[in-house]
């Protein structure tokens, strides 16, 4: 009885999910990523189809795949490619996860042809790349947003400022310095903050069992909201 009404309330939404690095082109055998494997996201997507969630899962770069094939996947390289597949996705959606670590920046230029190696040393001009989650926190309209933070310092502090100029309603905070934590490995250990300021640690433990416990806690927040 209480796990079919806990069941209810995933079933049925559509649930937009990005995953994975971004990789940023500097020529046309060279980029810009980061050590991002894309396994909370998969493992997010791969759960809340469980839970009878109609999911979208838009990807970078990564070789995981995923075994339910009812999941809708949307395979992109860029931030800038990820920035539009987000948000054609985004206003039918009832709840946004952003745990993809998308690149900060880009080389301003991309070469035609491979770069040549000169004497000396190579200065390269970067450029920001847009934030794909405050766009959708500033295009909110009923959509329950989340998003991820990874921090090495200060990761309460820092993960509760990105949940206020996100606007988002909660955030994932990943310290990923901490042993067993981080967004290479098998395993995390992540504190969930929801813009009530309430917060929950999950504790070590595999990505497919920590996406379970964020889902949940995701639901229960949905749940308080609807009453
Ligand atoms: N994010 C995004 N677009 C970007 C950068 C980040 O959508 N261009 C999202 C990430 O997917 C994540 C959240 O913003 O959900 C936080 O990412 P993080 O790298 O921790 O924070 P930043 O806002 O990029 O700030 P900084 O890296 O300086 O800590
Ligand atoms: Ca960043």
Redesign the pocket.
Known sequence: ELHQSRNLLLSGRKVLI?AGPTREKVDPVRFFTNRSSGRMGFALAEEAGKMGADVTLVAGPTELELSNSAINRVDVTT?EE??HA?HEHFLQSDIVI???????YRPKHVYDEKMKKQDGNLTMEME?????????GEEKTGQYL??????TSNPLE?GWK?LK??NLDA?VI?NVSAEGAGFHGETNIVTFVNKHHEQQEIPLANKQVIAEEILKLIERNLKDEEE
């Not at 920001?128 to 959708?136: A, N, P, V």
């Open positions: 990005s931030a990820m920035y987000m952003k745990a993809a670590a998308v690149a900060d920001r790349t847009k934030d794909i989650l405050k766009s959708l989340v998003g991820f933070a990874a921090e820092n990105k100029t996100k955030v990943n």
